[in-house]
């Protein structure tokens, strides 16, 4: 850190990682404000800052490296910040950087504080337990549905869910099938659901979420609750329920609901007949697997599912944002996080959740296949997990487009296919960056990606390098009614550029590169050279002069 550095943390305010602080604060109350930055997002704090950004300058001594010792000793567990002493306009500046490790920390004396976006402004308070309970689940360092239930017993666990859970697993192909052998307890213990707690057998958190009778859920878990919830046209409510009951049977009753809500169209593509839904049947069940298994059971808030045909939407959202280390920009990509690790195996085994842990991959590919808009997570933030899944008039052109190819070709076009696909025909044109940020992977995978759409005669491509565009093929184009944004992006012909050239060189005598990029500005420099020298090699055009003054005359 320098003093430009200070200076733009001071220009551009106080914030979640930034604080102004007078030097007048005593040593637990700077350590108590460390502890908040540590226990949020991190940040710098800057001593002899005033409110409104005015450097009023260090009054009293302060020694940097005596003071990261001080922090560390009064702090559980020790942290370790890094304090400047920064001179900046004939005035001191102590800046003290607090690292965000995702760890939970508190004061010696036993404070534990975090750093929130309050309606004034950032401010520090207090952290409870339940919310210290989620970080550590959030950073994978805790899994609440691995807890005991000290006050259940066996007798809170209900035998008609358990035969629910075996008819679960026989009717799922990816379901761990062994498990159809065991007793009761054997599958309770072998999926982690109970355990020993003072010499008796438990329900865990999870145990009694899957098989609990609903009375004891409402009592020992009352955070649990799913809404399923249907607005018609007229915005009217056509749909309100509300249920506690154990997680198979809510995942059962809310396929039924979503079933009775999801109309089909039907279309033919060649001898086949192409039932289309409205919203993605998998998608869907994929997305409220996620919303149940990884939502906070620590917090007060319902699982809600809600359909509005007026759009129509349906969207799933489910409390406690994403898991550490999970973002929108690498959604697609991040390995499998789960916020409750016991619960997750759990859905998987049984065949309800996703067993790779690419459930998001699935419900991207399962939407796109249908020719349908991306899910949409913008909405998820630090509180809710939110899954905007959009509806309306299937797109019959691209689902025969899609079928025909993988006949054809004899492969399932995957997700980076479908989805690069996907945004050719919104955007009109990519580059390779653009795609890789698409579909969340490095510049060579993404390269290779678009060559093999390319392969299938789905795209072409024009220009050379970083500046090489991909665009719909003119058979996709034209199956999709795109027509005339085809030619205009396939640009002239080749014959034509030398035409016009030549046209050029005949009107005014002579002709630069610089002339033919103007003529032509989606061509690089090279491709310029290269139509010059072709119609030079062709006895069209004669060359003169050298390097800078180097141009071409018609013969």
């Known amino acids: 850190m320098n003093a430009e550095g200070i200076k733009r943390l001071i220009a551009e305010g106080e914030s979640l990682s930034v604080e102004f602080k007078r030097d007048d604060l005593s040593d637990d109350q700077l350590v108590e404000t460390i502890v908040c930055f540590a226990n949020g997002h991190g940040g710098w704090i800057l001593l002899s800052v005033e409110d409104d950004g005015r450097i009023s300058g260090i009054q009293k001594p302060f020694d940097p490296n005596a003071f990261a010792g001080l922090v560390a000793s009064r702090t559980q567990p020790p942290l370790h910040v890094v304090a400047h002493l920064i001179e900046v306009d004939d005035a001191t500046v102590a800046a003290i950087y607090v690292p965000h490790t995702g760890g939970i920390y508190a004061t010696s004396s036993g404070k534990y504080l975090q750093r929130v976006q309050a309606q004034n402004g950032p401010e520090c308070r207090p952290l409870y337990p339940y919310q210290i309970r989620s970080r550590l689940a959030d950073v994978g360092n805790y899994d609440y549905?691995?807890?005991?239930?000290?006050?259940?017993?066996?007798?809170?666990?209900?035998?008609?869910?358990?035969?629910?859970?075996?008819?679960?697993?026989?009717?799922?192909?990816?379901?761990?099938?062994?498990?159809?052998?065991?007793?009761?307890?054997?599958?309770?213990?072998?999926?982690?659901?109970v355990s020993e707690f003072e010499g008796r057998v438990v329900p865990t958190v999870a145990g009694l979420l899957l098989l609990g009778k609903t009375g004891s859920i409402r009592r020992h878990l009352p955070a649990h609750e799913v809404a399923f919830q249907v607005n018609d046209a007229d915005l009217s409510m056509r749909k309100n329920e509300f249920t506690r009951d154990p997680l198979i049977k809510v995942f059962e009753r809310l396929s039924e609901l979503f079933a009775a809500y999801n109309p089909e169209e039907e279309?033919?593509?060649?001898?086949?007949?192409?039932?289309?839904?409205?919203?993605?049947?998998?998608?869907?069940?994929?997305?409220?697997?996620?919303?149940?298994?990884?939502?906070?059971?620590?917090?007060?808030?319902?699982?809600?599912?809600?359909?509005?045909?007026?759009?129509?939407?349906?969207?799933?959202?489910?409390?406690?944002?994403?898991?550490?280390?999970?973002?929108?920009?690498?959604?697609?990509?991040?390995?499998?996080?789960?916020?409750?690790?016991?619960?997750?195996?759990?859905?998987?085994?049984?065949?309800?959740?996703?067993?790779?842990?690419?459930?998001?991959?699935?419900?991207?590919?399962?939407?796109?296949?249908?020719?349908?808009?991306?899910?949409?997570?913008?909405?998820?933030?630090?509180?809710?997990?939110?899954?905007?899944?959009?509806?309306?008039?299937?797109?019959?052109?691209?689902?025969?487009?899609?079928?025909?190819?993988?006949?054809?070709?004899?492969?399932?076009?995957?997700?980076?296919?479908?989805?690069?696909?996907?945004?050719?025909?919104?955007?009109?044109?990519?580059?390779?960056?653009?795609?890789?940020?698409?579909?969340?992977?490095?510049?060579?995978?993404?390269?290779?990606?678009?060559?093999?759409?390319?392969?299938l005669g789905l795209i072409e491509a024009k220009g050379h390098a970083r500046g090489r565009k991909y665009y719909l093929s003119r058979g996709v184009a034209e199956v999709l009614g795109q027509r005339a944004a085809y030619t205009r992006r396939r640009g002239i012909t080749r014959k034509r550029q030398e035409e016009l050239v030549?046209?050029?060189?005949?009107?005014?005598?002579?002709?630069?590169?610089?002339?033919v990029l103007e003529l032509f500005p989606d061509l690089s420099e090279s491709q310029a050279t290269y139509l010059l020298a072709s119609l030079v090699r062709k006895g069209l055009l004669i060359e003169k002069g050298r390097k800078g003054g180097k141009h071409y005359a018609p013969r």
Do not use: C
């Not at 239930?149 to 869910?161: F, H, I, M, S, Y």
């Not at 809600?304 to 973002?327: A, C, H, M, S």
């Not at 030549?502 to 002339?515: C, N, S, W």
């Open 145 to 193: 549905s691995a807890q005991p239930v000290p006050r259940a017993g066996w007798d809170d666990l209900d035998p008609l869910e358990f035969e629910r859970l075996r008819r679960t697993i026989q009717r799922n192909p990816g379901a761990d099938k062994a498990l159809l052998d065991d007793s009761n307890e054997q599958i309770a213990r072998a999926l982690g659901l």
């Open 267 to 455: 279309f033919r593509s060649g001898l086949f007949r192409i039932d289309v839904p409205r919203f993605p049947p998998e998608a869907f069940r994929e997305a409220l697997a996620n919303a149940l298994v990884h939502r906070d059971y620590a917090r007060l808030n319902a699982v809600y599912v809600q359909i509005d045909e007026r759009k129509p939407t349906l969207t799933i959202q489910n409390p406690g944002g994403f898991p550490q280390g999970v973002t929108l920009e690498n959604l697609l990509s991040v390995g499998p996080v789960p916020r409750n690790p016991v619960l997750a195996d759990a859905f998987k085994r049984i065949g309800i959740a996703e067993r790779r842990g690419r459930g998001v991959e699935k419900i991207f590919r399962e939407t796109l296949r249908l020719g349908r808009r991306p899910p949409d997570y913008m909405g998820s933030g630090a509180n809710a997990v939110r899954v905007v899944f959009y509806g309306g008039p299937a797109d019959a052109a691209f689902l025969r487009m899609v079928n025909e190819v993988q006949e054809r070709s004899g492969r399932n076009l995957d997700l980076a296919h479908l989805f690069l696909l996907w945004a050719v025909r919104e955007q009109g044109e990519l580059t390779s960056t653009d795609a890789a940020l698409i579909i969340q992977q490095g510049q060579r995978a993404t390269r290779r990606i678009l060559e093999e759409l390319r392969s």
């Open 502 to 515: 030549l046209e050029h060189a005949r009107k005014f005598g002579t002709i630069r590169r610089k002339d």
